[in-house]
T-cell receptor
Framework: AQSVTQPDIHITVSEGASLELRCNYS??????LFWYVQSPGQGLQLLLK??????LVQGIKGFEAEFKRSQSSFNLRKPSVHWSDAAEYFC??????????????FGKGTKLSVKP | DAGVTQSPTHLIKTRGQQVTLRCSPK?????VSWYQQALGQGPQFIFQ???????QRGNFPDRFSGHQFPNYSSELNVNALLLGDSALYLC???????????FGEGSWLTVV
């Protein structure tokens, strides 16, 4: 069955520290992988996506993610966290009809808190 | 350029009632998907519309139905509301297949 697991429900890091959010997926075909961020009461904003090619993907706001097929992982990283990064982060996998990404499977999310 | 817009932003309904949520896709987008996000959970795919037809459907009962109009806007209808339908309903749009989808801010539905 297709699924996404985000093992960490809540992570707290100090401002300026590095960050890694974990994501593991189960998907039968070649996956399309995504990271989204959601601030309280808001919709989802796309941080980055992986379709094919270079396994290290750069996104917005200084985030990057690395696709590791052997580990079925797509972990999100940032070298130095800012207080404004506090939010909930969702990993998603998709493929959908004809390769569209409309049918995404999301993890349950990781809530990031940032200490001053 | 307006992004994905949804209305209403918040609403409260009573069990057994029916609700209609609306979505206007980002300019140039022709595909609309709907997701339900319960509190503390990730979004769950409800269905996707393309060319005014339901193209894919997630694991949701028939109480959930939708429609896409010729201008690509879409509606989500939920009949016989249950308390468990209380959630944030997100609309997402994209252009064709193989392109990034963009989410709206969502409609918060509370069923009492």
């Amino acid at each position: 069955a297709q699924s996404v697991t985000q093992p960490d429900i809540h992570i707290t890091v100090s401002e300026g520290a590095s960050l890694e959010l974990r994501c593991n997926y189960s998907y039968g075909a070649t996956p399309y992988l995504f990271w989204y961020v959601q601030s309280p009461g808001q919709g989802l904003q796309l941080l980055l996506k992986y379709f094919s090619g270079d396994t290290l993907v750069q996104g917005i706001k200084g985030f990057e993610a690395e696709f590791k097929r052997s580990q079925s992982s797509f972990n999100l990283r940032k070298p130095s966290v800012h207080w404004s990064d506090a939010a909930e982060y969702f990993c998603a996998v998709g493929g959908g009809y004809g390769g569209s990404q409309g049918n995404l499977i999301f993890g349950k999310g990781t809530k990031l808190s940032v200490k001053p | 350029d307006a992004g994905v817009t949804q209305s209403p932003t918040h609403l409260i309904k009573t069990r057994g009632q029916q609700v209609t949520l609306r979505c206007s896709p980002k300019s140039g987008h022709d595909t609309v998907s709907w997701y339900q996000q319960a509190l503390g959970q990730g979004p769950q795919f409800i269905f996707q519309y393309y060319e005014e037809e339901e193209r894919q459907r997630g694991n949701f009962p028939d109480r959930f139905s939708g429609h896409q109009f010729p201008n690509y806007s879409s509606e989500l209808n939920v009949n016989a509301l249950l308390l468990g339908d209380s959630a944030l309903y997100l609309c997402a749009s994209s252009y064709g297949s193989g392109n990034t989808i963009y989410f709206g801010e969502g409609s918060w539905l509370t069923v009492v």
